[in-house]
């Protein structure tokens, strides 16, 4: 069940391994509000899944998830728990040191909350210059936007709006409180929302557009794509010849 797992498998598994592949995955999410139906391990939980499935369909490694990224912008509803940019990207990266101790060259990760991208970018960039390994980032909503378009309209596929939504409704229906969806609309205009802002600020309830169309059904067909695209891009990283170059 778990032999691609890294966390599952035992230290000579690992070393089998990592014989004869440079590469793995490495989800990556968050712990904050996605509304009054949604847990807050959403991210968590669908990068965690996306991950592991590409992993069983590709034979590359998944780790762990990391479960707790920046979301400061979610501090205004119980139960976010945020960390410093700061703070994520040396974690992240004495992750890598680690990894490279093995021989990893290329590191694909799954990351399922926009507010880590910016770390995850900076990440990329001393991975390549101080450590020689190439960090290639997923994100389903941005990496497979074709895919979500054609299955949600622009209004579903806001921050904890039908398309996250339908997809824990096919892989976690324990977590969602189903008498508990709302269609919200963020307030203010696209200035103010283009600076920084507290979620609070812009949603009482804390989602950003229509919620009430999400559905199992939908959450399944979604997930198939986006682990089909998903597969599609660990395979390219795989054929890369990936070749590091000291800074400018």
């Known amino acids: 069940m778990g032999k691609h797992m890294l966390h599952a498998m035992t230290y000579e598994e690992a070393r089998e391994y990592f014989s004869s592949n440079d590469t793995v995955i490495l ?3 968050s712990v904050e509000q996605h509304g009054p139906a949604n847990p807050l391990g959403t991210d968590t939980l669908i990068a965690e899944a996306l991950a592991r499935e590409a992993s069983r369909r590709s034979g590359v490694a998944s780790l762990p998830a990391i479960p707790i990224g920046v979301s400061f912008h979610h501090m205004g509803f119980h139960g976010t728990i945020t ?3 700061m703070a994520l990207e040396e974690y ?3 992750t890598l040191r680690s990894l490279v101790r093995w021989g990893v060259k290329r590191v694909v990760v799954v990351n399922g909350h926009g507010g880590n991208l910016p770390t995850l970018q900076i990440l990329a960039r001393r991975a390549r210059d101080e450590l020689g390994v190439g960090v290639f980032i997923y994100q389903w909503w941005t990496s497979s936007t074709k895919v979500v378009k054609e299955l949600f309209s622009e209004e579903e596929g806001g921050h904890a709006a039908a398309a996250e939504t339908s ?3 096919y892989l976690n229906p324990e977590y969602v409180r189903s008498d508990r ?3 919200e609309e963020p307030r203010g205009s696209p200035e103010s929302i283009a600076s920084f802002r507290y979620t609070h600020e812009l949603s009482d309830t804390g989602v950003f557009g229509k919620q ?3 559905s199992p ?3 399944r067909q979604l997930f198939e794509r986006l682990v089909e695209d998903l597969v599609e891009f660990v395979s390219r990283v795989k054929r890369s010849e990936y070749e590091t170059r000291s800074s400018p």
Do not use: H, Q, Y
């Open 27 to 29: 989800p990556i999410g």
């Open 167 to 169: 997809l824990n409704m």
């Open 181 to 183: 969806l709302v269609d």
């Open 92 to 94: 992240l990266f004495c």
């Open 217 to 219: 059904e939908r959450g």
């Open 212 to 214: 009430t169309t999400a």
């Open 83 to 85: 960390v410093s940019e």
